[in-house]
């Protein structure tokens, strides 16, 4: 791991990318999740994905993706901290893109303790008090309604983070949320999904869902932003938390065929 992130940092970062407003507008247009959004929300996520690019260092290793595309990703790594604000991912200053899957050794739990290793794949990984680290094919499909989304999964384990530097399910407090009724309804809504699949029943949400609330967290906020009537169905009280916590409501925009095509298998 280490020899990777030596030759890592010595790559040269890609410079900043300038989109022209037409361009912007453009791109917002053209992703499913972000249709819906009133005139004053777009301006505003334009500004933040604007912004993202200026200030985080987007490092990129076998891609060379274009402007417009590294904009078509900032508007939805942006989407999350649409009514948060930048500030929000300041625990992190670099998102690094790669062409293919990160293979490594993981270790396997048992009761708290590791029993073992084996070869993982990852298509995304977030760092603690490093970078977020993305496969750039995998990138290029998010933004539909699909229940996918591995921008936001990633940067969703960001936002744990802040809370004390490691992903748990707990991000930082909200306003009108205590941390009491935030870990009730989390760790009730994860056990729920646990119990099913201990049961053998089918899953609404992958499967990794059940490794730990924070991965529980990470895939029910994918799911929030591009499935969100699925989630409202699934997990209402859920739903309602992120929805104040985010303070959007997208379940409001997501188109009913969308919703009934992924119901049906897509």
């Not at 078509?72 to 999350?80: G, R, V």
């Amino acid at each position: 791991m280490m020899r990777w992130w030596h030759w890592l940092c010595g790559k040269k970062r890609d410079e900043r990318p300038e989109l022209s407003a037409e361009t912007w507008r453009d791109l917002v247009c053209s992703i499913p999740i972000l249709q819906g959004l009133t005139e004053a929300e777009q301006q505003q996520l334009i500004r933040l994905a604007g912004s993202f690019l200026q200030q985080k260092s987007i490092t990129c290793l076998g891609v060379r993706p274009t402007p417009r595309q590294l904009g078509w990703m900032a508007l939805q790594a942006c989407l999350p901290i649409l009514y948060l604000g930048l500030d929000w991912y300041r625990n992190f200053y670099e998102v690094i893109l790669l062409p293919d899957p990160i293979e490594r050794m993981d270790p396997v739990w048992l009761d708290d303790q590791v029993m073992g290793a084996e070869l993982g794949s990852h298509l995304g990984e977030a760092w603690e008090q490093g970078p977020v680290v993305l496969v750039w094919p995998e990138v290029l499909h998010d933004g539909q309604w699909d229940g996918y989304h591995l921008v936001i999964h990633e940067l969703v384990h960001k936002l744990d983070m802040l809370a004390g530097g490691v992903a748990n399910g707990m991000p930082p407090e909200r306003s009108g949320i205590a941390i009491a009724e935030w870990q009730s309804v989390v760790e009730g809504a994860y056990q729920r999904l646990c119990e099913r699949a201990a049961e053998g029943e089918s899953l609404w949400l992958d499967e990794q869902a059940c490794e730990g609330t924070d991965e529980y967290l990470a895939i029910a906020c994918e799911t929030f932003f591009t499935q969100p009537q699925r989630l409202y169905q699934q997990e209402a009280e859920l739903y309602r938390l992120l929805a104040r916590w985010f303070a959007q409501d997208p379940k409001s925009r997501q188109p009913t065929a969308a919703f009934c095509s992924f119901s049906l298998g897509r």
